[in-house]
């Protein structure tokens, strides 16, 4: 049975294709990906360059933050730009957080395109290009005296005299390395890779979850601020993830259990830390009550809907409850992936009867006699 | 996976099946009837939910009429009088109804198929 049809006729098994599909129509498209390599690379060799006064603090590291760095991008909802978080990490700074901060954006006033590109931001240099998509470039130091790899010290314009502590590198390989469970597992199973357009190209179950949370919250809160940050919800996700293989099954045991660690954090909120740096609070917009309980009536909202997906009979009611939660358009084409996929079953005779007509792709029952639908159109 | 059964009689010469079929766990359940009269070619009905046009209007495809999907060519001989209904017709008409389903969530029509040279109505 080939691996690619086997569960397309149970409830998960099509929950899993679909919820897939989902993520891969919500992925930066080829010519977004190019832009922003091309842009990323030009931008990199410019502040890295012997020339560059950033280039007397020793080697310099460039390298991406975010969602870029541990494969969660999304597309944006409402906005056209799309970004880029980077880092500029130099190995030793003597001088004060915002000489840093104006060294960067003194490197970026020497090109003549990108002087005129350039928006000071909290801790970051932005540059905004022609058709929207950003860059944000942060400046920092290797920290100083701490022994965990890719600590890094950061300026902060509402503190100008403290080092902020991160470690955005830290953060990608922890995030990977809790990813790879699953994948792990997936392969020593099957022993086999997945085929890539079952697996929204070789994506692990973990970073699918994470999209698709964040695509959820895109489509619940617009552009209002009072929507979670994108860390907070993958930090959380990937510190509760147990390595559960289905797409499907692993959304919601992941909302469960934040689910009752908010119920169980009361009357606190929950704190999410930089599991690298536990100076770093990633919740702390959450000191806001407001806030808060903004991300907890949506946590629970989003989760029940999640669940409601397991019990809903009619492919186009299934569709149209994806589609309140992730997207009309883009639940749509995943429905109709589905029926392709379905139909390439069909055609190598992977499509068998179970019992007075149930359809089955796993397996067993016997095989359907060739047909082909005629008629006319009512 | 429920097991959904079937009640046959024959009336007046003619067998007539009414029964459930939900075809996969994430269809929706309906009442079907099929009728076979021997020499003849079986047909079938979707009782209920009907069968619904999309909401921009476009007929439901692969159908003889309003509630009567066509899901097999006879000019090809697909079935057969030897064929028994549980395994030929249940199970095509049950992929014929996923197909519907998909195609009021999408538009798209993706079980394949052959036109039939009349437009509707022009049977």
Redesign the interface.
Known sequence: MHPRFDRLSTRVGALDFLLAEIVLALQLTNTQVARMESAYRALAAWLEHPDSPLAAYGPILVYPQGSAAIGTTVRPLLRAEFDLDFVIEVAFFPGTPMELYELVVERLQQHRTYAKMLERKRRCVRILYEDGFHADALGSRTAVGVLIPGSIEVPDRETPTLWKGSNPRGFAQWFIARSREATEARFLAKAQPLPSDWAAEAKTVLQRIVQLAKRGRDVAFGDRAAAPRSIVLTTLEATVYRGELSVYEALVEVLDVVASMIEQARPYRLVVLNPMNAEEDFSESWDDPTAYSAFTAWLFRFRREVHALRNIEGIEELTKALGLLFGEDVSKQATHRYQKALAAARSANEVRSLGPAIITTGGGGHPIPRNHNYGAEY | ??????ACRVVRGELVCL?D?????????YRVEVRLRAGSRPRAWVRSPR?QRRSSG?????????D???????I?R??MPN?AI???V???????L??Y??W???G?W?????A?R??????
């Open positions: 996976m429920e097991r959904l059964g079937f029964g079929l939900k075809p996969m766990d994430i269809t929706a359940r069968l476009e007929p439901v495809p692969h159908t003889w009429g309003p009567e999907p066509c899901f097999y060519y006879p090809a697909e079935w064929m549980s395994t030929s249940l199970p095509w008409l049950g992929l014929w996923i197909h389903e998909g009021r969530a999408t798209h993706e079980g394949g198929g052959v039939h009349a437009a509707a109505g022009g049977t």
